[in-house]
């Protein structure tokens, strides 16, 4: 099959000037744009559409390759989709360092980004309520990463962006699709969370943060588990 042509999905109005300024400018655009696995990105397209040479723009999919959000395909970069078992590694690692991050948070986060998480949460029982369920990924991602920030490590907090970016490029990462996912559960998870940092509860904290966290993994498990018994050529009912 033939790749797809590169698609444009140039959403930031910012011109970058570098090669890192592009990185981070790209790879937002393409998680925002929902580009499909299988897209093409050709130098040349992206430093028309973004108004630089090819040299940044070589620079920047190198990075978006070693972070493993891109593949390549002969002489091509193409966006990858991450397989179920891809996305159950991410979540396993994600449990790993996600119980560093909320602990650091409890011991050093402001008041301002104790707030800040708090607002994400409130926007994603909104979201919830009307239904909006992209939105509530969305949110879902943003709750974590500000969990993240109030951790103040900045190494610890690009590696869960990696990962969240991860997930975002995979249909099968978004566990809101999959029919055994309750968007209850999540939210009272993420409020016993919010509890525990409002009150500095470290232990707490890095208990629920686990436990949220292996809900999803077992999720994963199963939706994976489910996928290998269907009979070849059959869709199933979870995305792939």
Excluded at 46 to 52: C, M, N, R
Excluded at 103 to 114: D, G, K, N, S
Excluded at 201 to 230: G, P, T, W
Aim: with cysteine.
């Amino acid at each position: 099959m033939k790749p797809r042509a590169t698609g444009n999905f140039m959403l930031n109005s910012v011109t970058p000037h570098t090669g890192e300024e592009l990185y981070a400018i790209l790879r937002r655009d393409m998680i925002d744009s929902r580009a499909k696995g299988g897209t093409v990105l050709q130098e040349q397209k992206i430093a028309e559409q973004y108004g630089v040479s090819r040299t940044p723009v070589r620079e920047a999919l190198q990075r978006l390759h070693q972070d493993n959000l891109i593949g390549r395909k002969g002489r091509f970069y193409v966006i990858t989709s991450p397989s179920h078992e891809q996305i159950l590694e991410i979540y396993e690692f994600r449990e790993a360092i996600e119980a560093s991050s909320v602990v650091l948070c409890c011991q050093r986060a402001t008041a301002a980004e104790i707030t800040a998480i708090e607002h994400h949460l409130e926007a994603q029982f909104r979201a919830a309520e009307q239904g909006h369920f992209y939105e509530f990924e969305r949110l879902d991602t943003l709750f974590h990463a500000a969990i993240a920030d109030g951790s103040h490590n900045r190494l610890l907090r690009h590696q869960l962006e990696i990962s969240y970016d991860q997930i975002w490029f995979s249909r099968v990462g978004n566990l809101v699709s999959l029919p055994d996912y309750s968007v209850e559960a999540t939210l009272s998870s993420h409020q016993r969370i919010m509890s525990a940092i409002q009150r500095r509860d470290v232990d707490v904290a890095r208990a629920e943060m686990n436990s949220h966290l292996r809900s999803a993994i077992e999720l994963s498990q199963r939706a994976c588990a489910s996928r290998r018994r269907l009979p070849r050529g059959r869709k199933g009912g979870t995305p792939s």
